[in-house]
């Protein structure tokens, strides 16, 4: 850590501190971290608002909102959010020590998977909100490791059930479905001697639903002309399939790919992006705490 802390834990964990700054804008960089990368995106982005500001347009204010979610960039006056960058995919963050009003910092698009460098000018409070974010980034490493980062495995197992649980619901319905063509087939098929249709309807189970029987009226029959009908189609042996062509679940058959992307993905996600750490001003917040060095 940078010595002590300048904001209180609860002050970013249960709100945000707020600064206001002027906005030159984002680009995109090649590498996640480093002086140079952030010092050509400042040389890049003075140079466009140079020719902006040439043109009578003027360097737009913004509201930054900062706590351990993130850092939120806001117009000041319609509070309209207009960046969301979470910390975790914060890799750098910087003042220019040549121009003490520039500060810097590089976020991984969520998108697009970029690096872009987001530059700030602030008169008075470039290097206050450079230690803020770090302080953020810091505070939001140990959450996750009390939180989430501990049970990331046991998410992934809630995660696999749910998706079988959809993968059964889907699989009842389609078996609803062809359940229901066999009744209509079967009333059908019912016909009476005297040629008219009977509409007696078939005994039901307790689900309201036509119990199957295995001599069934659609039981294929010899054709009018002699010739014989169709064999039934052969099953592959080996193949373990119920009696509507559909794979038996079993909810303990569950590959690593079988995650949903909304669990695996995320977590993974954020655990990979407090692995790669922060760099503020020299200072890298890694995976584990004790690495933290000024």
Same mark, same amino acid.
């Not at 707020?18 to 995109?28: D, I, N, Q, R, V």
């Not at 204010?61 to 979610?69: A, F, T, W």
């Not at 295995?214 to 014989?228: E, Q």
């Not at 949903?260 to 922060?278: A, C, H, N, T, Y």
């Given at each position: ?38 010092? /050509?995106?400042?040389? +890049?982005?003075? @140079?466009?608002?140079?020719? =902006?500001? *040439? %043109?009578?347009? #003027? ?36 003042? /220019?020590?040549?121009? +003490?009003?520039? @500060?810097?910092?590089?976020? =991984?698009? *969520? %998108?697009?998977? #970029? ?40 998410? +992934?197992?809630?995660?696999s059930l749910q998706k079988r649980i959809q993968e059964l619901e889907t699989e ?75 794979e038996p679940f079993d909810p303990f058959i569950c590959g690593a790919a079988d ?25 890298v917040f890694s995976l584990d705490p004790l690495d933290s060095h000024c």
């Open positions: 850590q940078l010595g002590s802390w300048m904001h209180t834990p609860e002050a970013l964990a249960k709100h945000y501190i707020s600064y206001s700054a002027k906005f030159l804008g984002h680009t995109e960089v090649d590498q996640p971290k480093g002086t140079e990368v952030v010092r /050509d995106a400042v040389r +890049k982005l003075k @140079f466009q608002r140079h020719i =902006k500001k *040439s %043109e009578g347009q #003027k360097i737009p204010k913004v509201e930054l909102q900062i706590s351990i979610y993130g850092v939120k960039i806001l117009d000041p006056k319609t509070k309209n959010v207009q960046y969301n960058c979470q910390l975790h995919r914060m890799s750098f963050c910087a003042d /220019d020590k040549t121009d +003490k009003r520039i @500060f810097t910092f590089i976020c =991984k698009d *969520s %998108e697009s998977n #970029k690096h872009l460098c987001y530059v700030f000018d602030s008169e008075k409070c470039a290097e206050e909100i450079t230690l803020t974010i770090g302080q953020a980034f810091d505070l939001a490493y140990k959450k996750f490791l009390e939180s989430g980062g501990k049970d990331v495995e046991t998410r +992934k197992q809630i995660g009842n319905s389609e078996l609803k479905r062809q359940l229901q063509g066999l009744e209509e087939q079967l009333m059908v098929t019912r016909v009476s001697p005297a040629g008219s249709v009977s509409m007696k309807s078939p005994s039901t189970d307790i689900f309201d639903m036509v119990p199957f029987s295995p001599v069934s009226p659609l039981t294929s029959a010899p054709s009018s002309n002699g010739t014989p009908p169709l064999p039934p189609p052969t099953r592959p042996a080996g193949t373990r399939k119920d009696l509507f062509g559909a995650f949903p992307p909304d669990i695996q993905s995320k977590l993974d996600e954020m655990q990979e992006g407090f692995k790669m750490g922060l760099t503020v001003e020299g200072a």
